[in-house]
Every structure is written in C-alpha cells, then in structure tokens.
C-alpha cells in the first residue's frame, strides 16, 4: 500500500489539539516522549505501515502507534435506516525531539 494512501488525514479536534502539545519527560521507568497526534488511516494498514509513513511524509521519529477501529453510528433519514462508515484511527506518539506542526 502507497504510503499517501495510508494516512487519509490527520484529525484535528480539541483533545488531539491537547495531546500534541503534551510531553513527558523522562521518568525512572520510561523514556521520554513527544506529543502524540491523531490521523485517519486506511482500514487495513497495519502499524507498521502507518508508522513507516508517518515518519517519511513528516520527517519525524515514531516512537510508538496505537489503532482503533472505530463502528459506524446507525442513522435514520427520512424513513429509511442506514448507517454512517467505519473507519481506523491512529494515535502516533513521536520522539520528543520531533513535532508535527499541523496541530
């Protein structure tokens, strides 16, 4: 899969908007860590590949990826019922060194 065809976009909202500007730093049992941001990504990209995207599209260092796969919300239009599509979010922690300046 095309790494520009893995990110469909970053998602920018107000706690997305928080957790990029929070850092921590090192503590005695973890490592220090940047900001983290929250981007759509392709239902079938794995980790790895949004991670490998990630930091060429960026040019940043990825120090850990968390995946959810979130269900579409049911609707009713009219007299019909349908139901809006999933879709896979990524939150990509960077190496505190790094930030994405979208956010």
Known sequence: MDIY??????????KGTFQSRLSHGTTRTRPARGG??????HPEATKPQVRS??????????RAVRTSNRVGKPRRVRFKRGRT???KKAVVVLDPNYHIDLF
């Open 5 to 14: 065809h893995t990110i469909v976009r970053p998602l920018v909202t107000e």
């Open 36 to 41: 983290s941001f929250t981007f759509e990504v």
């Open 53 to 62: 995207a990630i930091e060429k599209i960026y040019n940043v260092k990825v």
């Open 85 to 87: 599509r999933g879709w």
